[in-house]
């Protein structure tokens, strides 16, 4: 429909009905023949012959009524037609689901008592009126995907949280979740549903038959020959499990997919649709009319071009009909039939919004002629049949549905009038309207049309020996290629498709949050803004309440909408004001956090809880953003608190009631996928109202400076004359540069706290498809090699590699077209931008906040959390599509982040545990990766030095197991044979996630190694503390794995059938992999710093090295001893237990020997050597048992140490000998290969294995010449504490005596002797006089 000129809304004070001194042709009423005429044509009469000589007489207004009243009476159906299409039918009018007696379990029922969410194991309800002849049909509308049997059932059906509709004798069911169809046994049936599909329910009694569709398709008879007879009459019912939710259509409105020969549960209302049918006519009978008053005659025009312009002959005859119009557009049923229809009828010629200006005058015409009240009613309706029409139409593939009616929406919302009515009421408090700004994705890719689409499907091919697809496969062949671009055009014609939906999408929004309409009281921006804060507190504070929460799919499309309507709105705002920043730069300014403007709810601040900050900073805030804090509100606060638990009592259930006219206060999100509010909360056990745990109205305690979020102006926000607004309390340290308008700062803070309560997982959730693609991808190209290699005799076995070919690649090409809609609704470029942008807005608001000192203390968790998830998603979901590399500036905001994650891990003004442990393993992930690694070595060297300060903090009260692993991988690539990235023994396998950190190649920082060498080397105590901490976890680490082994062990050996607990199996494998890395992080030490453990002018050196030659020595004869523990439990290869191996320990084990007794200097090398070979726990077969040549202990030092060793109550405690002697043999074949480093040729080098012989041998004689040179010790010169060493040290005062050893390590937790419980306070070398 073309027209001409597009002219602007008209508002309501603009018309001027008496005096319009624009039109002085228009004035004044047309001679009574020309109105005669003009009447009759408006007000055609239907009836022909002599009835309609009578009816021609001259008609003026004074009749008109009359007239009007007499044409609409016309076809009115007789009294007794209405009665007969009852027959076949029992119970009242309008149906609805009985929520009295008619349910089990718990459910959670709409206002309007159509809609349902389950809300137990399996709830079952149904409806209040039942058939037993006829053919009848109602509709379910499906919200959610999940398992639910819908159908009908008889009224002696008995039903239980296990058994539903379809369970019993008489109830029959589909279950398009299962794809299966219920009655009493169960059979495949239909297709399966996808939440905004429409299942049709038809009975045939006069047949026998029950019959389902899908979608207006239908799937064939499900049941025939039901049970009938007398007293046999079939009830609507569904049963649905937890958080499942659906909306029942039993006529209340035009069915959907209508089926000849079925009647609706419900009557339509038949009377008033003609009433509406013929009014409706007669408005467009004005509309394409005009009187020309000048010739006298009236004129056929192009209705698009009518205009409402204050002609009272027009207006009077549109008041007569709206007369009677305006209370019929207040019923559900006329409006979605007869008004919707006409309104989309109107658009249907295609061209923008704009050419249609025909809907803003109706629009206008609508609050001209109608109440408020019957205005209000019949947008709030229209706009619910709008949501329902787009969320429930099928996906075709041009998107025609969902295209047509957004248009319609964007149409009513750009009249200023009805948009700010619908703002306030409607839009967020009883629609879920943002479904407007979701694009479902199809399930059936055949019938979206995605096959004529994509005709060409596509995925990779190639894959590297980790299982990643290759980046760019060198060998493509042509055909490969073809395909490739073919599926890649396709993509690019669905994207572009899509692209006009998400178009309009956003121009609603922009709509929305037009800050300029103020000429009707607030504007549009702030309404929105106060209902969207209100969506956040209902989506924030209910987490635990999953029906009462916004389905995360839609929050992702509402994430992507509303950033592109704020950028463009923040744009549009820079290019009047060019002084401020441009969107490119936006950040939230620190001020939001603490003064007290933008409500937070009960979200967590980096500090703890607001009250606490407010009492512990008010001196701050005084000092550096001039707030000062009421003492009443701190009073408040506190209060508040303590009463947190009474508020959610009896005593605030009356006030949140009369919050809304006596129906309880509670989150629009409760309802189904109608829209309507679920009020209802039904329990078999009682029927009750539910409460929220924290009242949504603003508590009777208001906090003094807080406002609560309905009660803000647009002053409030923006500010005005020297009042700051939002940025009320600006610290120096920011800048004086205009941001932006402080509603869109708001905004954006928003968007940030939306992308943290659900964007971010259900980004994580989408993947799915493409490791779906993936793992069908291998498989097949697995099987087309197998069909490449099967022998032509086997044809048994050919034909069923090619039975799965064929599956494998149907299912390829489902996937494929079903990723390409993903990827461009999900994952595209654009939408990677708005992460990306999302990422530096909190990447710059933390690094604003930082600068604030103190206050950085107010600031919410979720700003750091969003940080971190957002550079996870860009850099794990939206790859292989779209590369990370390629985004603007992406290497300095790398460095950014690394620096913040650098700066925070250990920033004493963060005090949440959780936020803690996440920055934590974000910094582990961080240094995993060779590029974000590489950003963390661009950090300053300031930032850097104090970062690795942090790390080697002593392991003690803190969660060190991340900090270790940090610091491994800072080495992994450097230590000896450590430059794998999957063990030896697990090649074979496949790792579940070839992306996880760990399995990532090594990438060794040597800049971080040497800010480490330097902060241990120059700081003696902190390396000496550091050190201790990690000997103390290592020897508690092994310790609680040789616990653990032997029960796992004892286990296995018991007769009967056992099973080993799968938790207790994951702790024993972690205990493994924690000593495994502390002994690499010694390893580290040891090679970058020796002079810690071997320059004895060092104060704890000796003390040091002899700690860890003691673990040294007891891990080394745990693993090697023959037929061990160790062997026995590696052998029976547990799932859960695979990290547990000889190769990891015994190469961290041999890396710091080689480095003390090989590498070092010569000094340190015989110091060493010394302190390894006078430990009690020494075993050179041990050693020897490294490079396989280990057999029974030899002669020499170690057999005599073996054979005169004590109890020890050395590092591992009493529990640990040094040696094991097992009466049963090990597990598996007795002539196993012993473990050796020469068989790892691929792990270890030559260079390397050489080093280990050379040690071998150096300890070899070394320990020869010990036992020459050792002669017998009486018992009394021993220790009298390890028994291992000569007394060495003399304590003061009291002269007890020890060897250095057993005192330096007493010292360090107590002062107090062994012996007497004296308080030492020197010790002095001792050594025993000559004439003894």
Known sequence: MSSKGGGTALTRRNYRLASDTDKPKATGIVNEKLLSDYLHHVFPSTKQGPALASLRKPLGFLDLGAHLERLLSEDEPAEENRDQLTEGRLGPQPVV?????????????????????????????????????????????????????????????RFNQEEGVGDTPD????????????????????????????????????????????????????????????????????????????????????????????????NPPTADLVKAHKLLGYIKNVLCTDIDSQEEKLVEKDSSTWRLQGEPTVLITVAHIFNHFAPLMCKVYLVEDVLMNFLLGILEGGGSVDEHPLIQQLLDLFWLLMEDYEVNECLKQLMMSLLRAYRFSPIIPDLGFQIHYLRLTTAILRHEKSRKFLLSNVLFDVLRSVVFFYIKTPLRVKEAGLEELIPTTWWPTHFDKEGKDEQEPKDESADERLRRRAYERGCQRLKKRIEVVEELQVQILRLLLNNKDKGTGEASRYIFLNKFRKFLQENASNRGHPTALCPPEYMVCFLHRLITAVRSCWDEGKRKSPGSISSEEAYVPPQLFYNGKVDYFDLQRLGGLLSHLKKTLKDDLASKANIIIDPAEIQAASMDDLDEDEESGAAQRPFGAAAMGGALARPSWLSSPTLGRANRFLSTAAVSLMTPRRPLTQPEKVKVRTLAVEQRTEEDIEGSHGNDGLLLGQPLEEPDQPIADKSLLEIVDGIVMMYNLSVHQQLG?????????????????????????CPARRSDILDELQKSQKVFAEKLNHLSRRLAWINATIYSKEKMLDVYWLLCVCIRTIEHADNTGSLFAF?????????????????????????????????????????????????????????????????????????????????????????????????????????????????????????????????????????????????????????????????????ASFLNSVLNQLNWAFSEFIGMIQEIQQAAERPERNFVDTRQLKVCATCFDLSVSLLRVLEMTVTLVPEIFLDWSRPSAELLLRRLAQLLNQVLNRVTAEKNLFDRVVNLRLPGLESVDHYPILVAVTGILVRILVDGDRHGVSRAAAVLLTDPCFQLHSIQHLLGEGGEPSSGLSAVVTSTVRPVVGPLGP???????????????????????????????????????????????????????????????????????????????????SCKACINQHLMNNKDCFFCKATITGVEDYSKPASS
């Open 97 to 157: 689901l009985d929520h009295t007696s008619g349910f089990e379990g718990l459910l959670f029922v709409d206002d309007d008592l159509l809609g349902v969410i389950g809300h137990s194991n399996f709830s079952s309800i149904r409806a209040t009126t039942c058939v037993y002849k006829g053919k009848w049909a109602y509709e379910v509308l499906i919200s959610s995907q999940g398992l639910m049997q819908i159908g009908w059932c008889t009224l002696n059906c």
């Open 171 to 266: 109830s029959y069911a589909y279950d398009g979740n299962r794809v299966r169809k219920w009655n009493v046994t169960t059979t495949n049936y239909g297709k399966s549903w996808a939440a905004g599909d429409i299942v049709s329910c038809l009975i045939d009694l006069d047949e026998a038959t029950i019959t389902f569709c899908l979608n207006g398709q239908s799937l064939g008879i499900a049941f025939s020959n039901i049970k009938m007879g007398p007293g046999i009459a079939y009830f609507p019912a569904i049963s649905l499990s937890f958080k499942e939710s659906v909306a029942f259509n039993f006529g209340s409105r035009p069915l959907r997919y209508p089926v000849e020969g079925y009647t609706p549960l419900q």
């Open 765 to 789: 959730k989408m993947v799915v498809v493409s490791d779906d693609v993936h793992e069908y991808a291998v498989a097949l190209k697995d099987t087309d090699e197998k069909i490449a290699r």
């Open 859 to 1023: 600031a919410p968790e979720f700003y750091l959390n969003v940080s971190m998830n957002s550079y996870s998603a860009l850099k794990n979901y939206f790859s292989p599509a779209n590369s990370m590399e390629e985004l603007p500036g992406y290497e300095e905001t790398l460095t950014q982040l690394a620096a913040i994650l650098a700066k925070h891990f250990a920033d004493p003004r963060i005090v949440g545990t959780d936020i803690k442990d996440s920055l934590m393993q974000a910094l582990a992930s961080y240094v995993c990766y060779p590029q974000s690694l590489r950003a963390v070595e661009r950090i300053p060297e300031e930032q850097r030095v104090a970062m690795m300060r942090n790390l080697l903090a002593p392991y003690e009260q803190r969660p060190w197991a991340q900090t270790n692993w940090i610091l491994v991988r800072l080495w992994r690539g450097c230590g000896f044979g450590y430059r794998y990235t999957r063990l030896p023994h697990l090649l074979k396998t496949k790792p579940e996630d070839a992306n996880l950190p760990s399995l990532q190649k090594p990438c060794p920082s040597l800049l971080l190694q040497k800010h480490m060498a330097e902060l241990l080397s120059l700081d003696k105590d902190m390396a």
């Open 1215 to 1297: 529990v640990v000998a040094p040696t094991i002697s097992s009466a049963t043999g090990a597990v598996g074949p007795a002539d196993r290969k012993h473990f050796s480093l020469q068989s790892y040729t691929d792990y270890i080098s030559d260079e390397e294995k050489q080093k280990v012989e050379r040690m071998l041998s150096f300890l070899t004689e070394e320990s020869k010449q010990a036992a020459a040179s050792t002669a017998p010790t009486s018992e009394e010169d021993l220790c009298p504490i390890c028994y291992a060493h000569s007394i060495s040290a003399v304590f003061k005062p009291c002269s007890h005596k």
